[in-house]
């Protein structure tokens, strides 16, 4: 049990990766990794999509391909993104 509180605290501030688009360095508390119960997880590595704003204002979506221990083994970047607004309330309204 200590030992995953650990775990768990060692992957909000472990560096996953560098996004190639802008450079930005995501961390595992970037991802809400903590979150995630992995027996949910349908295969692995598992897609993740994240969505964040580059250096000139400009929406971006980083997919990392997570394996089990949250290593990232691919990425890819998308410019074309779009996001539904109704869909992003939704998600909030189910994290609280
Ligand atoms: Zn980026």
Redesign the pocket.
């Known amino acids: 049990m200590e030992n995953e509180r650990y775990e768990s605290r060692a992957l909000l501030s472990r560096l996953l990766t560098i ?6 360095h ?1 961390y595992g508390k970037d991802l809400n990794l903590s979150e995630i119960d992995k027996s949910t997880v349908r295969s692995w590595p598992m897609p993740y999509v ?1 969505c ?3 250096e000139k204002g400009t929406i ?1 979506a ?1 997919t990392m391909y997570l394996d089990a221990s949250f290593t990232v083994r691919a990425r890819e ?1 998308s410019e074309h993104v779009s996001i539904q607004e109704n869909t992003r309330n939704k998600k909030e309204s189910s994290l609280i």
Not at 19 to 24: D, G, R, S, T, V
């Open positions: 996004c190639p688009q802008c450079k930005k995501i994240y964040h704003l580059g971006h980083l970047v």
